[in-house]
């Protein structure tokens, strides 16, 4: 039981480490990438210079935006690592249940959008943070039986 809760909880912290990590490139890309995010270089064939040289309040405002969302990520990822490594690794439900609701959460709501057809950035947009997802619900799957076995 020990085992697998150990074992649960670090590959969900080490999922919520990459989510913190894509997290920091999406901020600097913001400010010192040659494009928008991770594996967006234009949008509707404008790089991010074209894009401020033909409307420079769009072009912050996108920075804006992009900041703020890094911001989010960056706390969402040191909430669930907190939550995993402290709360998880004890077996408590609470906390395995909140961390998994919050890159749920965060999740169900921005991978839609990138399916409507509109977007088609390919695997470095999204690879990333599905590696990192596919990292976190192993743990979280592993940890799972070991927080019903302390709950019995």
Known sequence: MQTSL???????????????????????????GG???????????????GLE????????YITHLH???????????IAVAALS???????????????????VAGLAIAIPLHYGG?????ITHLGPVYLATFIFVIGALISLRGVRRTQM
């Open 6 to 32: 150990n074992r649960g909880a670090m590959l969900m912290a080490l999922g919520a480490l990459a989510f913190i990590g894509y997290g920091i490139v999406f901020i600097f890309r913001s400010f010192a």
């Open 35 to 49: 494009g928008f995010e991770l594996g967006v270089d234009t949008l509707g064939g404008l790089s991010k210079e």
């Open 53 to 60: 040289a033909y409307n420079p309040a769009v072009g912050a």
């Open 67 to 77: 900041v703020a969302v890094s911001g989010f990520i960056i706390a969402t990822g």
């Open 85 to 103: 490594w402290y709360g998880v690794r004890r077996g408590y439900w609470w906390a395995w249940i909140g961390a998994v609701l919050a890159p």
């Open 118 to 122: 509109k977007f088609d950035y390919g």
